[in-house]
């Protein structure tokens, strides 16, 4: 059983950067894929990025490409979402997820069934 926390979630203007975390415990951190969802109001949950156990692969949604970056530090069991150029359109709730993979297994990456969930943080990108 993993435990997820998420943190860092505000109010920011257009433009601005948001650093959230995802603390873990329960587990063995290095043998979890790691990703960021989100979902905004009157949507469905959606995929932002995720983060092979062992850091080397990374995946991103097409609308955070080249603004957000996913990392890890599996000594820590801490996840980080850096969210740079926000926009408004990235006001949602975001939650971290983690699934147990095999080392070379990186192609669900994307996939939403991910079994462990954080309870979200809100991001509000506002002017």
């Known amino acids: 059983q993993v435990l997820l926390i998420e943190s860092g979630g505000g109010l920011v203007q257009p433009g601005d950067s948001l650093r959230l975390s995802c603390a873990a415990s329960?587990?063995?951190?290095?043998?979890?894929?790691m990703a960021w969802f989100r979902q905004a109001p009157g949507r469905e949950r959606e995929f932002v990025v995720a983060?092979?156990?062992?850091?080397?692969?990374?995946e991103a949604a097409d609308s955070v490409k080249g603004r957000f970056d996913i990392s890890r530090d599996n000594d820590k069991k801490m996840a980080y979402l850096q969210m740079n150029g926000l926009k408004v359109e990235d006001t949602a709730v975001y939650y971290c997820?983690?699934?147990?993979?095999?080392?070379?297994?990186?192609?669900?990456?994307?996939?939403?069934?991910?079994?462990?969930w954080g309870q979200g943080t809100q991001v509000t990108v506002s002017s």
């Open positions: 997820a983690a699934r147990q993979t095999i080392l070379t297994d990186n192609s669900r990456l994307r996939s939403p069934d991910y079994p462990y």
């Open positions: 329960g587990g063995t951190f290095s043998r979890y894929a």
């Open positions: 983060i092979s156990r062992n850091g080397r692969v990374t």
